[in-house]
């Protein structure tokens, strides 16, 4: 037992005899299966103790616990033996005696330490969804409480009634009866480098954090430990990064948005992209950051369906719901062999980089001769490859020559009209339509007997389409993001938002604003036509890669939104704040291609004044049909599958 509790705190005879707020770690002797409460809650009983454990333990002497929760597998899922780790648990007395009580709304995070499957497993705790990183002194305090209820379980079952069916009485140290009680059949270490990882397998990893970014409610994290794997994605050398460099021609992008573009993890086939799903992403959107190191448990590998490289994958245990599998290791925990290990490989590629990045990131970790041979003639043809390019940039570069008197005429950049090759959209087989084919789909003609026709005010279809941004809503970014009350958590006395505040309880942020675009060529004579589009929620964060945060006091994500935007549209928010004509195209303003949806809302002639949505009104679809034979539908337009990519 060590000599002091870790800071903050108390021992459970402490909590016992006082109300408030508490931190504990103790052992479980005690718990009873989850149940329905009398309300609508489920709940899980406990008692844990962190002294006296040995046989004869009185558990009722411990400090018995009731955690209560909606969500059912919100509850811890603790076993007797457990060690579990609680934060901010409120004792105060329940039906009399004090009690360890957790409310629904409360926020009581926890880890429960476990006896290992084997001598080889990670043996990573598990934790709630959103709990902070364990420190050195909680992990050393909850593995010692383990050993003492290992040991103490083992004592218990050499009791006189075993003996006397033969077993033979011994006078084992604690430590050979901590050996006895985890003498199972060993599992399988699933510890794997990533040279070593093979498609449907499941492996434990040991990785150094390169990148990462979320999508809805997954979270996506490009990790290494400096090992090749022939399988992977091949990030490119500098190369790559000097192209990528050319294609902002136009010269809107900020440096820090150039940088942030060009790769920072190794070169080569040594980064596996791993996609966490809840409790996973919650735990990972927390606690883990670039940079870092971190230990993958259980990671399912498997073969990308485009393109057939390796990627890892961390599902929901749904023996275990809670349960998560990430451990993010602090710098004073990072003396784990696998951990050393993998910052020696950094150390040595790093250093070896600087003189010979290309060659390294190739050869780094295999002796493959015909590999190396392999690799050799691909330099070369990228070489010959870059040699061209650099040609042709110099040609297009060179001024052309002009006779004597002749004047010059200023002209549109081709270049321009060129999709904006940084923003990419799903189903990339699928054709582009103009906004004037969209506008005016001839699916939306029904024909019916007795020559009755009419138009549809709208269908749920989708398109892929090429367009500019010419305007956006609300005029200033820093209102992009809004708040809002989720539905669990809102009552019936807080449902009008104009009362939210970023103050208000339970408060959370949502992407939501406006783009009016147009085609991307409009021809001299032709209308322009143009379309807004709504851009919010999980389609929001997709198209920036950025949850939503109040970014008027958030001005960390308040600058990457407005690299982003400046990707998206150029110039225009400058234009826009100096009282220049947004609506003419400039040359920074080039077009991307983009996946929109279409649908429909109520239509604000056919409803009550009273009961109208302003926000719906004030974005409503420029176009020729609206307010036309409506049939008390709005016809609207959204942002999906679209993404802004720095690299």
């Known amino acids: 037992m060590p000599a002091s509790f870790p800071p903050r705190f108390v021992s459970v005879d402490t909590a016992k005899r006082s109300q408030g707020y508490h931190n504990l770690i103790g052992v479980v002797v005690d718990c009873l299966p989850k149940s329905r409460s009398q309300g609508s809650s489920y709940v899980t009983t406990f008692t844990i103790k962190d002294s006296d454990l040995g046989p004869g333990n009185q558990a009722w002497k411990g400090l018995k616990i009731k955690y209560f929760n909606d969500d059912e597998h919100r509850l811890p899922d603790v076993k007797v033996n457990d060690v579990i780790l609680l934060r901010r648990l409120r004792v105060r007395p329940f039906h009399g005696p004090l009690h360890g009580v957790v409310g629904n709304t409360d926020n009581v995070s926890w880890a429960i330490f476990r006896q290992p499957d084997g001598p080889e497993s990670l043996g990573m705790p598990v934790c709630s969804p959103g709990s902070k990183a364990l420190t050195v002194e909680e992990q050393t305090y909850a593995h010692t409480l383990l050993e003492a209820a290992i040991y103490s379980r083992s004592t218990v079952s050499a009791t006189p009634s075993s003996r006397r069916k033969g077993h033979a009485e011994s006078s084992s140290t604690p430590s050979e009866s901590v050996r006895q009680a985890t003498a199972k059949p060993k599992k399988k270490d699933r510890f794997s480098l990533v040279k070593d990882l093979s498609v449907n397998t499941f492996a434990d990893l040991a990785v150094h954090v390169v990148k990462m970014w979320y999508q809805d409610d997954r979270v996506h994290l490009y990790v290494t430990d400096y090992t090749v794997n022939k399988s992977l994605f091949d990030y490119g050398d500098k190369s790559d990064e000097d192209e990528g460099a050319a294609d902002d021609g136009l010269g809107f992008l900020t440096r820090?948005?150039?940088?942030?573009?060009?790769?920072?993890?190794?070169?080569?086939?040594?980064?596996?992209?791993?996609?966490?799903?809840?409790?996973?992403?919650?735990?990972?959107?927390?606690?883990?950051?670039?940079?870092?190191?971190?230990?993958?448990?259980?990671?399912?590998?498997?073969?990308?369906?485009?393109?057939?490289?390796?990627?890892?994958?961390?599902?929901?245990?749904?023996?275990?719901?809670?349960?998560?599998?990430?451990?993010?290791?602090?710098?004073?925990?990072?003396?784990?062999?696998?951990?050393?290990?993998?910052?020696?490989?950094?150390?040595?590629?790093?250093?070896?980089?600087?003189?010979?990045?290309?060659?390294?990131?190739?050869?780094?970790?295999?002796?493959?001769?015909?590999?190396?041979?392999?690799?050799?003639?691909?330099?070369?043809?990228?070489?010959?490859?870059?040699?061209?390019?650099?040609?042709?940039?110099?040609?297009?570069?060179?001024?052309?020559?002009?006779?004597?008197?002749?004047?010059?005429?200023?002209?549109?950049?081709?270049?321009?009209?060129?999709?904006?090759?940084?923003?990419?959209?799903?189903?990339?087989?699928?054709?582009?339509?103009?906004?004037?084919?969209?506008?005016?789909?001839?699916s939306h003609d029904i024909s019916l007997p007795d020559n009755i026709q009419y138009r549809l005010p709208f269908q749920c279809v989708k398109y892929r389409t090429t367009v500019r941004v010419v305007d956006f809503f609300p005029p200033n970014i820093a209102d992009f993001a809004v708040p809002y009350i989720p539905k669990s958590s809102s009552s019936s006395s807080s449902d009008d938002e104009d009362d939210i505040t970023s103050e208000t309880p339970g408060i959370r942020w949502e992407w939501r604003f406006c783009l009016l675009v147009e085609d991307a060529q409009i021809l001299p004579g032709q209308p322009r036509d143009r379309v807004k589009l709504f851009v919010s929620g999980s389609d929001a964060e997709f198209l920036l890669k950025l949850d939503a945060v109040n970014l008027r006091k958030n001005k960390e994500t308040f600058i990457r939104l407005q690299e982003k935007l400046c990707i998206l549209w150029g110039d225009l928010e400058e234009r826009k704040s100096s009282g220049m004509d947004t609506q003419q195209k400039g040359p920074s303003q080039l077009p991307f291609t983009c996946c929109v949806k279409e649908w429909g809302v109520r239509c604000a002639c056919r409803t009550n004044a009273s009961s109208q949505d302003d926000s719906d009104r004030e974005c409503a679809v420029v176009g020729p049909e609206h307010n036309r034979e409506c049939l008390g539908w709005e016809r609207r337009f959204a942002l999906f599958g679209t993404t802004i990519n720095e690299e």
């Open 256 to 442: 820090p948005t150039r940088e942030k573009r060009a790769w920072q993890g190794p070169k080569g086939r040594m980064t596996l992209q791993v996609t966490l799903w809840d409790p996973h992403s919650y735990y990972a959107r927390e606690n883990v950051h670039e940079d870092g190191y971190i230990l993958l448990r259980n990671v399912h590998v498997k073969a990308d369906k485009m393109n057939g490289l390796l990627e890892g994958v961390m599902h929901t245990d749904h023996k275990y719901p809670e349960k998560v599998d990430v451990r993010v290791l602090e710098d004073n925990q990072q003396d784990d062999p696998r951990i050393v290990e993998l910052k020696t490989r950094k150390r040595e590629y790093w250093k070896q980089n600087r003189t010979n990045k290309r060659e390294l990131a190739e050869d780094f970790g295999d002796g493959d001769e015909g590999g190396s041979k392999k690799n050799a003639k691909k330099r070369r043809k990228d070489q010959q490859r870059q040699k061209r390019q650099q040609e042709q940039r110099k040609q297009q570069n060179k001024p052309p020559q002009r006779e004597e008197g002749q004047t010059e005429i200023p002209g549109t950049v081709n270049k321009s009209n060129r999709p904006n090759p940084h923003i990419q959209a799903k189903d990339p087989a699928r054709g582009c339509r103009k906004l004037s084919e969209i506008l005016l789909n001839d």
